[in-house]
């Protein structure tokens, strides 16, 4: 198969997650198309690299990342929580509920975030984040520890204080 | 079911329903087609630029315009490189049992042995990292110890391939930042003398950047920060950096009054003073400058790095964050007009800063 056949095989499949994760990592759809297009533009670019690394989705999820981390960079693009941004969602999730998750992933830090959704949507070990993100295993551990205090807080008034409450470690 | 796993599960839940749109994998070729012929141009450029360079230099050194090969610049002899075979990797901090080392002999091999590697510094879309490697070979060190006792390394690693390379003056003197998709700036200092700028890359490449006069200051592509003293003055000084030409020219501005630089400065250049309420601005290739109407007692300003609203900021505004020296938030000074007005604004609470900014325009 040619570059463009495995590469076109390769975004039909994985495109509509790239999109999902980069829309949590950004805290705004507009911008996670951006961040996607960019990312699969570079992948392109780099075909013969990456699928002979032997592991596409790591390099994919290494550009989707330090994409994410260039933007971040320039802070004319900087992101808001300021600004009402709606997530497209499909049906089968309480709008409230969504709301609620939505607010409250889009109030941590960037670099909270990240470790969050590498952590526990691309179920990388605490190892495996800190080398993708360039930090130490202890900033790992303590910004996930933070986030999760966070989201814990930001969530227990939706959804119950008995639910979610629990000893911040 | 645990409360992290109630919430991991509710954030999946999230993720799962959000709708992502339907958009042709062809775009997505087509965008990478574009991106190849984008690169391709710039190599073409620079490989033009060489062949140039070269033919010249032939030119010049052998009388008859003869054809003899110019010979490849050897490796520098702190230079190593050692080929990996896929992915770049970690090298072992362990000494290895078949090498020692001459008493006094630092070289980056041994530094990188018997030394504490520093953290991997973030991997670019081009999978470029570095990492420095550093050796106390004193009693003690502390942060003031010199390049006599603090031995330093650096290496570069991309696409399986990693360059270990020497850095001089200790960790006091030495400074390194991600400069582009194959190569890193390192500047350091050898013994007494000035400064040294070198771009190196995974594949051995060393590039020393021959200072030259300072220039106007005009945002561009090639104008970085440097921290001169990364962890003990936070000085920051801004260059004009051409890799094609080998140069390095330190722009015109004002820098033992500029304590800090707004990180853009390709694309608009700007920042604060010390302690005096001062902001400087380039325009028209000179830096401007204002006395900010700073009301709080011993006032304390820096760039604002809260939350702005979406798409508020863009070249030409600027917001300065004016502190208690307890570091609480007073006010911003705001201008959205590269610096022909400014407003002042109350603010205690930064929450509020993004509306309030919102509503100047």
Redesign the interface.
């Known amino acids: 198969m040619d570059r463009?056949a495995e590469?076109?095989a390769y975004?039909?499949a994985r495109?509509?997650?790239l999109?999902?994760?980069a829309?949590?990592l950004c805290g705004?759809?507009h911008r996670a198309?951006d961040v996607v297009?960019d990312t699969?533009?570079?992948?392109?670019?780099?075909?013969a690299?990456a699928s002979?690394?032997?592991n596409v989705d790591g390099y994919v999820r290494?550009?989707l990342v330090?994409?994410h981390?260039?933007d971040r960079?320039?802070?004319?693009?900087?992101?808001?929580?300021?600004?009402v941004?709606e997530?497209?969602?499909?049906p089968?999730?309480a709008l409230e509920?969504?709301d609620a998750?939505?607010s409250a992933?889009r109030s941590l830090p960037p670099g909270q975030r990240k470790v969050?959704v590498l952590r526990?949507?691309w179920d990388r070990s605490v190892e495996g984040t800190a080398?993708?993100?360039?930090?130490?295993l202890g900033t790992v551990k303590s910004q996930t520890s933070d986030a999760?205090a966070s989201?814990?807080r930001a969530?227990a008034p939706q959804?119950g204080t008995t639910?979610?409450?629990?000893e911040e470690r | 079911m645990t409360t992290q796993d109630d919430i991991i599960t509710r954030l999946v839940e999230l993720h799962d329903h959000i709708e992502a749109p339907a958009t042709a994998s062809r775009q997505d070729v087509l965008r990478g087609e574009r991106l190849i012929r984008r690169r391709r141009t710039l190599s073409a450029l620079a490989a033009s630029a060489a062949v140039v360079m070269t033919v010249g230099i032939a030119q010049a050194v052998l009388p008859d315009g003869g054809s003899a090969l110019v010979p490849a610049p050897q490796p520098s002899p702190s230079l190593a490189t050692s080929p990996s075979p896929s992915t770049p990797t970690t090298p072992s901090t362990t000494p290895s049992p078949a090498r020692s080392w001459a008493s006094g002999e630092w070289t980056p091999e041994r530094i990188r042995a018997e030394g504490s590697p520093g953290d991997s510094m973030p991997t670019t879309e081009s999978w470029l990292s570095w990492r420095q490697y550093t050796l106390c070979s004193a009693a003690q060190c502390g942060p003031f110890s010199d390049g006599k006792d603090i031995h330093v390394a650096l290496e570069v690693t991309q696409d399986g391939r990693s360059a270990l390379f020497e850095v001089r003056g200790g960790t006091h003197e030495s400074f390194a930042r991600h400069f582009d998709e194959d190569s890193v700036l390192v500047q350091d200092r050898v013994g007494q003398g000035p400064r040294r700028t070198r771009l190196v890359g995974a594949d051995g490449g060393v590039q020393e950047l021959q200072v030259l006069e300072p220039v106007p200051p005009v945002p561009g592509p090639g104008v970085v920060v440097i921290n001169t003293a990364p962890a003990y003055t936070g000085t920051d000084d801004v260059f004009l950096v051409d890799d094609e030409a080998g140069t390095l020219r330190p722009l015109d501005v004002p820098d033992e009054e500029i304590r800090e630089w707004w990180p853009d400065v390709d694309e608009f250049l700007w920042g604060v003073s010390y302690n005096d309420c001062r902001v400087f601005w380039a325009a028209a290739g000179t830096m401007m400058s204002r006395t900010l109407d700073c009301q709080a007692a011993t006032p304390i300003i820096g760039l604002y790095t809260g939350t702005y609203p979406a798409g508020w900021l863009r070249p030409g505004r600027m917001v300065v964050g004016e502190y208690r020296p307890s570091g609480a938030l007073v006010a911003v000074h705001a201008s959205l007009d590269r610096g022909a007005t400014w407003a002042r604004i109350a603010a205690t609470d930064e929450a509020a800063v993004a509306t309030i900014l919102g509503q100047l325009g």
């Open positions: 463009e590469f076109t975004v039909a495109r509509a997650k999109f999902r994760t829309c949590l705004d759809p198309e297009q699969l533009a570079r992948l392109y670019a780099n075909w690299r002979r690394a032997d290494r550009i330090n994409s981390y260039s960079r320039r802070p004319w693009r900087r992101e808001t929580v300021a600004t941004v997530l497209p969602l499909k089968g999730l509920d969504a998750i939505w992933i969050v526990f949507l080398e993708d993100l360039g930090i130490s999760l989201l814990r969530l959804f639910a979610l409450q629990g």
